[in-house]
């Protein structure tokens, strides 16, 4: 087979200016009806065809980032762990088998090499506190309400409420991070995160419910506003 199961098909220079840089071109909703399916672009990645996981990355990258980097709090970490997701991934493309759908088979390539890898950091450092992270390395989550932000007061709370949130969040378990991240941000089902996290539904429910009452515990002054 010429495709899979070899060296990953980029230079670091040249994921670089996949992966680094998010353009809106990476980012850009696909039109997924009317080209393959992902099923299809890894039938044709094992017969060769570069081109199709190219577009495998170019689909998922956007938001297997977000998931790595609400776990890893680090951009720079989030890039070296994305470049080994799909590297793990396109190595491991030809035990790929149809059971899942390929963003379950790849959310789960991530997820668990993320989770290793926050393992040795915390081995390696200790726990992470806030004042080992980037200026910029604390996940963002916006409320984007243009009407409010144009109000000085609304704005200044919200900014303080991003903020806190952004704290809260660190402090949850690496596998309720994950679950916050997967269902409130990305929009996935509990049936969907099960698969991934290879988990009961009623796992998910919660850590989910414990996510939530943790966080609302910290934003509580907030919420109250």
Not at 51 to 62: H, K, P, T, V
Not at 152 to 180: A, D, G
Request: aromatic letters at 10%; proline letters at 3%; one cysteine or more.
């Amino acid at each position: 087979m010429g495709g899979a199961g070899g060296c990953f098909p980029f230079s670091e220079g040249a994921w670089q200016s996949k992966v680094s840089v998010m353009s809106a071109d990476a980012t850009k909703e696909l039109d997924l009806e009317n080209g393959p399916t992902d099923e299809e672009l890894v039938a044709e990645t094992l017969k060769g065809n570069l081109g199709s996981y190219d577009e495998l990355i170019r689909r998922f990258q956007a938001r297997l980032y977000g998931v790595i980097y609400h776990l890893t709090s680090n951009h720079d970490d989030t890039n070296d762990m994305l470049m080994e997701v799909f590297d793990k991934a396109y190595r491991s493309l030809p035990t790929f088998r149809g059971q899942s759908s390929f963003y379950t088979w790849i959310y789960r390539i991530a997820i668990n090499r993320t989770f290793n890898f926050l393992d040795k950091r915390k081995r390696r450092q200790g726990a992470m506190s806030l004042n080992e992270i980037n200026e910029d390395g604390l996940p963002k989550f916006d409320f984007p309400d243009p009407i409010q932000r144009n109000n000085p007061s609304k704005s200044s709370m919200l900014n303080e409420l991003q903020n806190k949130l952004n704290e809260s969040m660190l402090q949850l378990s690496k596998e309720h991070r994950t679950v916050v991240t997967l269902f409130d941000i990305q929009g996935l089902a509990h049936a969907e995160i099960a698969k991934i996290m290879g988990c009961t539904e009623g796992t998910v429910r919660s850590r989910l419910h414990y996510a939530h009452k943790q966080l609302q515990k910290s934003l509580g002054i907030y919420l109250r506003r």
